[in-house]
Each structure stands twice: as structure tokens, then as C-alpha cells.
């Protein structure tokens, strides 16, 4: 079988294979015999690996974005050659006796030839913002599940507080909680912290807060609430944190803000994801495509076969779904306006998007023979 020739469009590049310890690098190009060599990811190697590449002319390197490996490579190399992290969909090579060499050579080809498309990397700034918002995100999933645990707890006592109260960890119920681990079981004291609308609503409580609570939940509750806390002030530092960084983009979050259901949180997150230059993207549908908030295109024979959306990224794909749920509930806005007339047609879920999961082949039922 003949291989494969491409036009050349750069003299001299680099396709690097990556992996944890180690990194395959292939070098072709113009009056450039073709070489292969393996280098360790230990930064001292990582620099052996510039000098190599700089003794022989390279200009452009490229690279697959596998898991977290790239990222170390990326950023010692950084400065000193021009790097394409691509896709690593775009660069399937044929099937047949695949191996390291042969991964980076074939990435050398494709980058020679111009068929490859760079993906966005931030700047050094933009990426220490992107882990804080990214850190600050995943404390909150954890206070999260910290909340849960303490409800099944209050379940598994019988203390039906979620089935009155609209939110557990609201004043009333905090206090309540309090109460609890405090040694307080009688229903009636328990129900005396009730507040607001709660107050009309004691007798319910009552009821409710009847169960049977021992000191292992007790015990429980404390060490719940504890974690909680402690989240709490995690988050308060992160945040802090964000918005010292964030004061060169003042005049770029009050921007944002001016759009109807982004809060300053999600004007933040949306800065650290893709930053403040749109001249990275090529276009709005382009950004779009890659935060993965737009329809997929999935044609053959003329047939749609599916416009689920792409897999893009899910950081800013969560900020944008939490702005337009708190955008549909504006009032006089035409985001609102052109919520409900989506939501007439095709249902709620539908005009605020949400990331559907791959629904599962079933298995074909086996007929059984005729005696």
C-alpha cells in the first residue's frame, strides 16, 4: 500500500508523543533527516529536548492534549517554538501496528503538511485564574455531597426536616441542626426556631422533627456540619483570591454583567475559562462549538442522524447552563422572551440546554427455538 503524501506548508517541525514519563519526539522537514528520539518528562530532559530541537531548525512542535501530561511539556517548551496542542480526534491515524514512533512521526506529517488546528491554551495569567475557578468549583461540588450525607443522616433518624422545610441548611434549619447536636430532641423546643413563613407552619415541624435521634447521629451531625464549615471557608479564600486577580479585568466583568443572568461569579468564571482576547477564535459559533453549548452535525446521505451537542468544555458549559436558567427567570428581557418561545416549542430542557448522557445499546433478545 503507497503512503500517504501531503503539500508542505513548514519547513521544519516536531510531533510530539506524550505520555507521563516519558515524551517521543519525531523531527522532519526540509534538508532534514528523519529521527526519532525518547525523551523523560523530568524538567532537566525537558530541556535536552529544547537544545535537540533547536540544533536542527524546528520551528513548530505539536502535540496531542492527553489528560494532564501535555500541560508540564507545554509550559517548559513554551517560548522557544511555536506548539500546537491539537485535539486528539483530530490526528487518529490509520489502524494497523500502532506504536509510539509511529504516533509522533504521523503527528509530524500532519503538522508539515498545515492539517493541523491548535486548541486554545490561555496565557500564564489566565490558566493560575482557570485553577483558582476550577478549585473554587469543585469545593462547592464536595460542600455539596457534605450537605447530602447530613440529610440522609437526619433521614436515617426519622427527622423529616426537607419534607417542611423548603431548604435545610436555611436559618430554621440550621438552628434546628444546632439544636440537635447540642442535645436538644424534644420536637416542641425543636420547632420553637422556626422563622419567617416556618412560624405559621410549627405544627407540621412538630411532626416532622419526632424521630429517633441518638448520639451516633449526633455524633454524625457534628461531624458534618464541621466539614461544611470548613468548606465554607475554603471557598471565601478562593474567592478572595479571585478577586485580587481579577482587578486588571474590572471593566470586563461589569460587561459581562450587563448581560441578564450572568452574576459577577459567572462573569469570573467565564474570563478565566477563555479569557479577554476574542481574537482567539475564529468566531462566535466557533466559541460556542468549543464550550459545547451549540447543536452537533451529524449528517450522512442527506439524513440528520444526531444534533447532540459536542463534548466541549464542561467548566464553561456549567456556567453558561446556570446563567440561562437564572436568565429565563428575568422579567422584560429578550433572553427571557426568547427562553419561553423555545420552551413552547420544544419543551423547558430544551431552551436551557443540559449535557445529556450516551444512551445505552440493548442487547438483542435471543428467540428461542421451536421444539
Given at each position: 500500500?503507497s503512503t500517504v503524501e501531503f503539500p508542505q506548508v513548514i519547513e521544519r517541525g516536531c510531533g510530539l508523543d506524550v505520555h507521563r514519563d516519558t515524551v517521543v519526539?519525531?523531527?522532519?522537514?526540509?534538508?532534514?533527516?528523519?529521527?526519532?528520539?525518547?525523551?523523560?518528562?523530568?524538567?532537566?530532559?525537558?530541556?535536552?529536548?529544547?537544545?535537540?530541537?533547536?540544533?536542527?531548525?524546528?520551528?513548530?512542535?505539536?502535540?496531542?492534549?492527553?489528560?494532564?501530561?501535555?500541560?508540564?511539556?507545554?509550559?517548559?517548551?513554551?517560548?522557544?517554538?511555536?506548539?500546537?496542542?491539537?485535539?486528539?480526534?483530530?490526528?487518529?491515524?490509520?489502524?494497523?501496528?500502532?506504536?509510539?514512533?509511529?504516533?509522533?512521526?504521523?503527528?509530524?506529517?500532519?503538522?508539515?503538511?498545515?492539517?493541523?488546528?491548535?486548541?486554545?491554551?490561555?496565557?500564564?495569567?489566565?490558566?493560575?485564574?482557570?485553577?483558582?475557578?476550577?478549585?473554587?468549583?469543585?469545593?462547592?461540588?464536595?460542600?455539596?455531597?457534605?450537605?447530602?450525607?447530613?440529610?440522609?443522616?437526619?433521614?436515617?433518624?426519622?427527622?423529616?426536616?426537607?419534607?417542611?422545610?423548603?431548604?435545610?441548611?436555611?436559618?430554621?434549619?440550621?438552628?434546628?441542626?444546632?439544636?440537635?447536636?447540642?442535645?436538644?430532641?424534644?420536637?416542641?423546643?425543636?420547632?420553637?426556631?422556626?422563622?419567617?413563613?416556618?412560624?405559621?407552619?410549627?405544627?407540621?415541624?412538630?411532626?416532622?422533627?419526632?424521630?429517633?435521634?441518638?448520639?451516633?447521629?449526633?455524633?454524625?451531625?457534628?461531624?458534618?456540619?464541621?466539614?461544611?464549615?470548613?468548606?465554607?471557608?475554603?471557598?471565601?479564600?478562593?474567592?478572595?483570591?479571585?478577586?485580587?486577580?481579577?482587578?486588571?479585568?474590572?471593566?470586563?466583568?461589569?460587561?459581562?454583567?450587563?448581560?441578564?443572568?450572568?452574576?459577577?461569579?459567572?462573569?469570573?468564571?467565564?474570563?478565566?475559562?477563555?479569557?479577554?482576547?476574542?481574537?482567539?477564535?475564529?468566531?462566535?459559533?466557533?466559541?460556542?462549538?468549543?464550550?459545547?453549548?451549540?447543536?452537533?452535525?451529524?449528517?450522512?446521505?442527506?439524513?440528520?442522524?444526531?444534533?447532540?451537542?459536542t463534548q466541549g468544555n464542561k467548566y464553561l458549559k456549567t456556567t453558561m447552563i446556570e446563567a440561562s436558567w437564572a436568565c429565563s427567570h428575568t422579567k422584560n428581557?429578550?433572553?427571557?422572551?426568547?427562553?419561553?418561545?423555545?420552551?413552547?416549542?420544544?419543551?423547558?430542557?430544551?431552551?436551557?440546554?443540559?449535557?445529556?448522557?450516551?444512551?445505552?445499546?440493548?442487547?438483542p433478545v435471543k428467540k428461542k427455538k421451536k421444539k
Amino acid at each position: 500500500m503507497s503512503t500517504v503524501e501531503f503539500p508542505q506548508v513548514i519547513e521544519r517541525g516536531c510531533g510530539l508523543d506524550v505520555h507521563r514519563d516519558t515524551v517521543v519526539a519525531s523531527i522532519q522537514g526540509i534538508d532534514l533527516v528523519e529521527e526519532t528520539q525518547t525523551f523523560f518528562t523530568f524538567t532537566s530532559d525537558l530541556e535536552r529536548l529544547i537544545c535537540w530541537l533547536q540544533n536542527h531548525g524546528i520551528t513548530h512542535v505539536a502535540m496531542e492534549s492527553t489528560g494532564v501530561y501535555w500541560k508540564p511539556v507545554y509550559y517548559v517548551l513554551e517560548g522557544y517554538f511555536e506548539i500546537l496542542v491539537v485535539n486528539a480526534r483530530h490526528i487518529k491515524n490509520v489502524p494497523g501496528h500502532k506504536t509510539d514512533k509511529a504516533d509522533s512521526q504521523w503527528i509530524a506529517k500532519l503538522l508539515l503538511s498545515g492539517l493541523l488546528k491548535s486548541s486554545f491554551v490561555p496565557d500564564a495569567d489566565m490558566r493560575f485564574l482557570r485553577t483558582l475557578f476550577r478549585h473554587r468549583k469543585k469545593l462547592i461540588n464536595q460542600r455539596s455531597r457534605a450537605k447530602n450525607r447530613l440529610q440522609n443522616i437526619l433521614e436515617d433518624a426519622n427527622i423529616k426536616l426537607s419534607s417542611v422545610v423548603s431548604d435545610v441548611f436555611s436559618k430554621t434549619g440550621l438552628a434546628i441542626i444546632e439544636d440537635l447536636i447540642n442535645g436538644i430532641n424534644d420536637p416542641v423546643e425543636l420547632a420553637k426556631q422556626a422563622r419567617g413563613s416556618l412560624v405559621r407552619k410549627r405544627s407540621e415541624l412538630e411532626m416532622a422533627l419526632h424521630g429517633r435521634f441518638n448520639e451516633y447521629h449526633k455524633y454524625m451531625l457534628q461531624l458534618i456540619m464541621n466539614t461544611i464549615q470548613e468548606h465554607n471557608q475554603r471557598v471565601e479564600q478562593m474567592e478572595q483570591k479571585l478577586e485580587e486577580c481579577m482587578l486588571p479585568y474590572k471593566h470586563e466583568i461589569e460587561l459581562l454583567q450587563t448581560i441578564p443572568g450572568i452574576s459577577r461569579i459567572s462573569a469570573i468564571g467565564i474570563i478565566a475559562e477563555i479569557g479577554v482576547d476574542m481574537g482567539k477564535f475564529i468566531s462566535a459559533k466557533h466559541l460556542a462549538s468549543w464550550a459545547g453549548v451549540c447543536p452537533g452535525n451529524n449528517e450522512s446521505a442527506g439524513k440528520k442522524l444526531s444534533a447532540r451537542s459536542t463534548q466541549g468544555n464542561k467548566y464553561l458549559k456549567t456556567t453558561m447552563i446556570e446563567a440561562s436558567w437564572a436568565c429565563s427567570h428575568t422579567k422584560n428581557t429578550y433572553l427571557s422572551f426568547k427562553y419561553y418561545s423555545i420552551s413552547k416549542r420544544s419543551g423547558k430542557k430544551k431552551a436551557a440546554p443540559k449535557k445529556k448522557k450516551a444512551a445505552k445499546k440493548k442487547k438483542p433478545v435471543k428467540k428461542k427455538k421451536k421444539k
